[in-house]
Structure formats: structure tokens, C-alpha cells
């Protein structure tokens, strides 16, 4: 009879941590488009082996936010210009496709409860400065409008561009706080849920069509 080896387990919190860290690091803007991430570095400042480590940029890598040079490490994934822009042209056109499938909504129950819950967690996390949890929050509110089709095969479409806009999205956040108000993404997301109550498509695709989602991001992105 043969005996199969037991299979290495790396403990889960070890490689969330990581993940958490590095992702963290990259959409605050610590490490810029094309920073390399050094393997060594990080097991350094984490106090963790080489093998979480790896494991958690493999992962984020799989993400879209890093990528893999051969034989050169690790480094924060560059788009170009014309890679953003047609990446959110993607977004719109999955998010418009979501709400002309679920509009009007069903009058029974609480369609839009987890697109609220998401912005009560982006308005919170923004409220005590978290703008990791901000992040998070905020591509779970744009997920949640597209979950409201009830449509699972543009869910499963729409998550991988989601991640790749990871980056820009966090970028445009950050850099309208600059510029404005801290809170002005918060109610940019507030005035779209509105729009979403209201039960009627078109508003929902005009609010929609004036989002902003590029309008803080460098003018070559535009």
C-alpha cells in the first residue's frame, strides 16, 4: 500500500497577512506602478518565512495587481493609459448591462440591502481614514450593483476586472480626497445608491454615465 506524503499547509493567517500588507502598501500608494517587491524585504518587516510570502504575491499576482518578472522578482503592475481606459469602457458596459437586466427591481424585499451595507462600510472606513477597508468597500459596492441582475455568469465576468481596477480606482479615490474633499467619494457612491432607489432605469444610467470614476486619475487615462 502506498503511503501519500502529507502535502505542506501554509497556516492561512500567515499568507493574509501578506496579502493584506502588500495590497495595502500598493493601493495607499507606498509602492508605485513598476516598484519592485522584494521577497526579502517583506519576510523582514512581516517576521515570516519565505513561503507565505511567496505564496501571497502568487496570489496577488493571479489578481492583477503585481506581476512576475522572470529571473527580475516582483513588481506593482504598470497599465498604460490605454490599458485603464479600457478596462472601466469594460466596467461601464458589464454595469450597464446589469442594470437594463435588473431594472425595474422586484417590489418585495430589500434588493439593494448589500449595496447600502457597502457603502455604510466605505463611509466608515472613510470616516476613520482607512482607506485600505475603503478600497475593499468600495469594490463591494460596485459588485453588488451588478449582482442585483441575478445573473451569475456576469458576475463571474465581472470580478476579474474588478480586481485589475483594484489599483486605478484606489488611485482615483485618493487623489479626488486630495483635491477636494476627504468625504466626496462617499457621497459620489451616496448619489448613485439614490439614483439605484429610485426604481427607474434611466436615472440609474445617467447617474451612472457622470460617475466619475476617471475624473481624478492622470488626464491621459481619459
Not at 490599458?83 to 437586466?101: G, I, K, P, Y
Not at 431594472?103 to 476613520?128: H, K, Q, S
Request: aromatic letters at 4%; proline letters at 5%.
Amino acid at each position: 500500500m502506498t503511503v501519500r506524503a502529507e502535502e505542506t499547509v501554509l497556516p492561512p493567517s500567515l499568507v493574509d497577512l501578506a496579502v493584506r500588507h502588500v495590497r495595502s502598501e500598493v493601493l495607499s500608494g507606498a509602492y508605485a506602478p513598476g516598484d519592485r517587491i522584494g521577497e526579502e524585504a517583506l519576510c523582514a518587516r512581516l517576521g515570516t518565512s519565505r513561503a507565505p510570502v511567496r505564496e501571497a504575491l502568487r496570489l496577488l499576482v493571479q489578481e492583477g495587481l503585481i506581476e512576475h518578472l522572470p529571473r527580475r522578482g516582483f513588481r506593482v503592475v504598470v497599465w498604460s493609459a490605454t490599458d485603464v481606459r479600457q478596462l472601466f469602457e469594460l466596467r461601464r458596459v458589464l454595469e450597464r448591462h446589469a442594470v437594463e437586466s435588473a431594472f425595474p427591481l422586484p417590489a418585495t424585499g430589500d434588493p439593494l440591502r448589500a449595496v447600502r451595507a457597502a457603502l455604510a462600510d466605505m463611509r466608515a472606513a472613510d470616516g476613520c481614514g482607512d482607506d485600505f477597508e475603503r478600497d475593499n468597500a468600495h469594490r463591494r459596492f460596485h459588485a453588488a450593483i451588478v449582482a442585483l441582475a441575478g445573473h451569475r455568469q456576469l458576475d463571474l465576468a465581472y470580478a476579474p476586472i474588478l480586481l485589475k481596477l483594484q489599483l486605478p480606482m484606489a488611485r482615483n479615490l485618493r487623489e479626488e480626497a486630495r483635491a477636494t474633499h476627504r468625504r466626496d467619494g462617499v457621497r459620489r457612491h451616496a448619489a448613485l445608491l439614490a439614483a439605484l432607489e429610485t426604481n427607474d432605469r434611466d436615472i440609474v444610467l445617467e447617474e451612472m454615465r457622470t460617475h466619475g470614476e476617471l475624473a481624478y486619475l492622470d488626464l491621459e487615462f481619459r
